[in-house]
């Protein structure tokens, strides 16, 4: 579904991303796993349009998205849940998720618009409760809630998570990432997951990539990956090596 | 004594609303870009005179005039993104504001070149005897300027809450990379803001040359006292530049009538000091957002 062949990202004189290539196939969860500053956001932010491309391509659904703008790459059907949740502060819960479906919106799809938002309610029962607040005004777990919802306002068929997990408490964490799975088993979505607790992301899918310096080291089944010690050592806070047998 | 305060007052709404309705200009452009555009006050000085042009000169009915002047006003803020804003992406900020003070004295070149120096003005909007109200005397364009400037706020209001369009360029201004990411094109929603904000700067140009004429170059001081609007009711807020702007035009008109009229031009400066000095976030602004701003 979504390729990346030999992708180099540059900021200024910074090489960010060196020589990535993935593959991301239709139903699966793909985890992209590493360490801070190894190039996962820059990654994730290169996909969704935001940062320009140095060389290399990106191909989703067979036709080539490098370097399109984020406004036609939403189009097609990515969406993009970014670092920090970015919601819109000001604005209120029912506007935030409205503007969600910014791309596929017009008057006459109004009425189906509505329906979609009431999915997301049963979805986020919480975000109907308080679907007149203002957004800033959210808790961590509630932002993050409805920085998906309104990804998923866009009917993406690849959902880019960038650590949705941080700063949540584990049990939201949780119930995040069983709705993730969810919309994996019920609704064919794909995602891509980037995360900092490499464990429960690896749990929850199907493959994954280790990056490290901008560079994918290992790559593999998460099952894989979640035996691999190199992985567990660096990751997973394991280091089978320096275990002492009982 | 009460006549006269009433006299004053009403003097003061006028121009007020008018600097209100820059001041929202400012905003507009400055909630999806955070570029102050120092050219706003041209915008004002080309509703009046393009509405002279259209009535005195072509000879046009009042409506098809008064549209045509908006629309071409728009087309100015149009041709003013295109060609000097988006060519700058993402230039340092100040050096587009530098640019938009450059625009603005190459429209104020262009406006003297076609009219010459001379103040110009038309008939008011309806003719016949002017309201006493206490004994105050009223124009009736009076009327018809705090009228037009109620509408657009209205409108404005409208706009930026209820459409989509509208909610889509708060939400620009919130968080651009949010924006993208849900689809916003952007720089298209930057155009907009500078074509809507010509148009309502425009509406008070054609508005207010009946009473106070205007010439070619009384943009600075109107873009002077609707940025003082602005910043005294919180540089962004749409609400606070509405009561700034009435709230210098009336202490304005009271300071000309009260102490000396030659003092009339400093009081907004008094009062943008003040604000700047003792509260820079603006009355109605919060200060946590403030700081959060680039500028």
New interface residues.
Partial sequence: MLILKNVEVFYGKIHAVKHVSLHVRKGEIVALIGANGAGKTTLLSTISGLIRAGSGSIIYEGSEITNRNPDAIVKMGISHVPEGRHIFKTLTVEDNLLLGSYHRYSLKRSTLIKKDMEKMYSMFPILEKRNKQLAGTLSGGEQQMLAIGRALMAEPRLLILDEPGTGLAPTIVKEIFSHIVQLRDNHELTVLLVEQNARSALKIADSGYVIETGRIIVQGTAEELLSNRDVQRAYLGRDVDAEVKI | MFTVFLQFLFSGLTVGAVYALVGMGFNIIYNSTSIINMAQGEFVVIGGLLMWFFTESVKLPFFLAAGLTILSAGLVGLLMERLTIRPLKSADLLLMIMVTIAVSILMRGVLMFKFGKDPYTYAPFTEGEPFTVAGAVIQQQTLWVIGVTACCIVMLYIFFNKT?MG??M??CA??T?????????VSRVVMISFVLSAMVGAIGGIAITPISLMEYDKGPMLAVKGFCAAIMGGLGRGRGAVIGGFAIGILESMTAGYLHSGMKDAVALVIMLAILFFRPAGLFGSVAMSRLRKF
């Fill in positions: 989509m909610k889509a708060r939400a919130v968080d990379t949010a924006a993208k990411l849900v689809g916003i094109n």
